[in-house]
DNA sequence: GCCGTAAGCTTACGGCGTAAGATCACATAC
DNA sequence: GTATGTGATCTTACGCCGTAAGCTTACGGC
């Protein structure tokens, strides 16, 4: 018989096809029997590489979190921002990992040093720790705030001519004429300008902040 | 034999008592059997008043979006300020509304009437379409957005001594010292501060925001 | 050859949402 | 009274889920 031996599982082979999985078919279609199936195996035999889901769903976290780059601490606000965007746009890249960051007993290393990373770089912007305690705030839900809202705003459109007509019947222009306006807005410049959103508010939040800092001075 | 009559089922009843489970236990402990079971009831009973569990989400989701003010349409920018507030106070009262909020094919009407209420309101204050469009992301995301965002950072301290000891065992001065100062900032002074938050980061948008309009007018 | 160990597989349990059909309570018609 | 119809309720069952427990297999060192 043919010797078709299968290359062996591991911890990384795993976590990437775990990966590609919640990426293309979204996070609540990764289930450990889905997963053995796709690599060849039984589900049961994952078990002998990770220790349970959740620490499946930490491994891949883990993975879009070293994506991100946290902001050189010495790097004042255009380091937040640049952070801020690389950080969006992985969490952009990988709409389910927003919703995993904010699972409770989730809290990884990278996302605590990216913490750590974020307050160290407003404290050496010149903010006082007063003021930190705040920014960091704003800067922190802005991130995965927004990211969390878009991830729900870029729902699986699927058919344009369908989504279409559901916008049609559900909103039309007489009963709500500026979400009409807005929808139509949407549709006809396509994700270019959703893409600027994140950035746009984020400037008004970072305009506002320097502001602050600027008074406090 | 004594008739124990139990009240009979309704829509109304199992609706209150689903919104009570997922206040109490979380939206993931909120299944049709355990809320049979609360009601005295069979699961499959729930199904005579409620198309099924997603209808039955989506009813709960209606009561919480009932406790949402949309802005009056001439009210300008306090109303929006005033009717962002309430809205997320009410997603605070009921954390899991929100997540709720952001699945895909649970568009609620009421969720369409703040939309359109929201838009109206921004063109009312005087705002470009061009601007609203953006605005318009920027509020809703940050009222959606960071109410995601805070649900799970206010995930079941459970016991304040865990609490603490996991607290100083993670996140040591030493490895993390910003990061270490931002949880005694927390602990100092308890919730009242996170509170504010929103509104913090509210106002430094509805500033940006003002002056964006100012300059273009 | 023997044996320990790790990797993989099988079976099973208790949970989930819900389809299909049986049963029961009760109002109305005769 | 009895018969009939109609809804509410319950029972059973199916196919998913995560994973505990135990079994089989492959392989490296002696």
Redesign the interface.
């Known amino acids: 018989m043919a010797t078709t031996k299968r290359k062996p599982l591991s911890r990384d082979r795993i976590l990437a096809a775990a990966l590609a999985v919640a990426d293309e078919q979204g996070i609540e279609a990764l289930s450990m029997r889905k997963l053995g199936q796709t690599l060849g195996f039984e589900a049961m035999s994952l078990y002998n590489h990770v220790a349970s889901k959740d620490d499946l769903l930490d491994g891949i976290l883990d993975l879009v979190l070293a994506e991100m780059d946290p902001p050189a601490p010495d790097g004042g606000l255009p380091a937040i921002r640049r952070s801020a965007v690389a950080a969006h746009e992985a969490l952009r890249r990988h709409p389910w990992a927003a919703q995993l960051?904010?699972?409770?007993?989730h809290?990884r290393p990278a996302r605590?040093a990216y913490?750590?990373a974020l307050?160290?770089c407003l404290?050496g912007a010149g903010f006082s720790?007063d003021v930190?305690?705040?920014a960091?705030?704003?800067v922190?839900?802005?991130i995965?705030?927004?990211?969390?809202?878009?991830?729900?705003h870029s729902?699986?459109p699927a058919n344009v001519e369908d989504m279409r007509e559901w916008f049609e019947r559900?909103?039309p222009a007489e009963t709500?004429?500026?979400?009409h306006?807005?929808g139509l807005?949407h549709m006809h410049d396509g994700p270019h300008?959703?893409l600027s959103?994140f950035e746009?508010?984020l400037d008004?939040?970072l305009?506002?902040?320097a502001k602050?800092r600027a008074k406090t001075r």
């Open positions: 960051l904010m699972l409770p007993g809290v605590l913490m750590e307050l160290a404290r720790a930190t305690y705040h960091y705030h704003v922190d839900a802005h995965v705030g927004f990211s969390l809202w878009q991830a729900s729902a699986a559900m909103i709500f004429p500026n979400l306006e807005h807005q300008r959703e959103a746009f508010a008004l939040l305009e506002s902040l602050l």
